[in-house]
């Protein structure tokens, strides 16, 4: 049976990607990731693509000159290599609705933070970690969604949630929230979507 082919955009270390390979097979049976796209030079998550012998596209918007070209390019890139369904980790930019509307219900991304708490413009990476600390919650977690014109707007899939700890720093809980609900809810909500499309 043919899986379903999976393009995952990436900006920086890349836990969430390889979680998404070291699941291919396993949690992750019915897609396959045929493509990693960087938006970033240097990603560290580009070497662990290579590592997994997968494809490897870098696309800077510097270089495309605006965001029009920038998403463009993105779009012929994860055109011509037939992606069914993309899968941002870690993909520090926002796609406006030209991008988005281009493929309805075939775009996930990983927030770490219970939606609709700590999301939007502006969150993204340890922030929304030292913004949970602020605030004072007592629980956070993790949120797979869909992607459309909203930043972090789209359809929740799947969530999770983690306890906050006495003495917690941004990074001591952004390794908790990857260990306890990231690397495990993303693997698990790519399969449930690429299942949906195996033919
Ligand atoms: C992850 O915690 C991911 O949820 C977050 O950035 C980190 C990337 O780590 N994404 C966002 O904040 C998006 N708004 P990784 O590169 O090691 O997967």
């Known amino acids: 049976m043919a899986k379903t082919k999976i393009a995952v955009l ?12 070291d699941a291919q097979g396993s949690v992750l049976s ?60 870690g993909f ?3 796609l406006t609705e030209r991008f988005t509307a281009h493929y309805p219900k075939r775009i996930l991304n990983v ?24 605030y004072g919650v007592k629980v956070t977690g993790a949120t797979v969604h869909f992607v459309n014109e909203i930043p972090d707007g789209g359809e929740i899939i799947a969530q999770k949630a983690v306890y906050i700890e006495e003495g917690d720093t941004p990074e001591t809980l952004q390794r908790r929230v990857m260990e306890q609900a990231e690397w495990i809810l993303l693997p698990q909500a790519a399969e449930k979507i ?6």
Not at 10 to 21: D, E, F, H, P, Y
Not at 60 to 75: D, P
Not at 116 to 123: D, L, N, T
Not at 194 to 199: P, Q, S
């Open 30 to 89: 019915s897609g396959e990731i045929a493509l990693v796209v960087s938006n970033a030079r240097g990603a560290y998550a580009l070497e662990r693509a290579k590592k997994a012998g997968i494809a490897t596209e870098t696309v800077l918007k510097k270089e495309c000159g605006s965001q029009e070209a920038f998403e463009t390019r993105l779009m012929e890139i994860l055109d011509a290599n037939g992606i069914q369904v993309i899968i941002l980790a």
């Open 111 to 134: 927030h770490p933070s219970l939606i609709p708490a700590f999301c939007g413009e502006g969150f993204y990476g340890l922030k929304v970690h030292e913004e949970a600390l602020k």
């Open 10 to 21: 990436v900006s920086g270390g890349g836990t969430n990607l390889q979680a998404l390979i």
């Open 92 to 94: 520090m930019t926002i």
């Open 194 to 199: 690429c299942a949906a499309l195996v033919k």
